[in-house]
């Protein structure tokens, strides 16, 4: 089994930061992209930010130059740093991670249970 255990999020003023980590544990062979995905209500998901196992980042044009993400991949944990938070960005924040368990060689997606963010203005 594998499994994507987020912490971080909560409540916090407009301005203000926030931190989001994503740790994945289990049978893992190979860690690919993580990432996190956001979703509004009645919004459809969008991304927040991502990584590559080359270390190519990708970033929501929503919230380009206020987000940082960073990935451990021997510890298998990605941080992700939010900055110049808006009331828009209240979301429930999902990780995100394509990997690889023990014993095949097939990638699969992964999603944690989300994460409630919450700005207030």
């Known amino acids: 089994q594998v499994y994507l255990v987020e912490s971080g999020g909560g409540l916090v003023q407009a301005g203000g930061s926030l931190g989001l980590s994503c740790a994945a544990s289990g049978s893992i062979f190979r860690l690919g992209v993580m990432g996190w995905y956001r979703q509004a209500p009645g919004k459809q998901r969008e991304l927040v930010a991502q990584m590559s196992s080359q270390g190519t980042t990708s970033y929501g044009d929503s919230v380009k130059g206020r987000v940082t993400i960073s990935v451990d991949r021997v510890q298998k944990t990605g941080w992700l740093q939010m900055n110049g938070l808006k009331p828009e960005d209240t979301a429930v924040y999902y990780c995100?991670?394509?990997?690889?368990?023990?014993?095949?060689?097939?990638?699969?997606?992964?999603w944690g249970q989300g994460t409630q963010v919450t700005v207030s203005s």
């Open positions: 995100h991670a394509i990997l690889t368990p023990l014993g095949t060689e097939i990638p699969k997606t992964y």
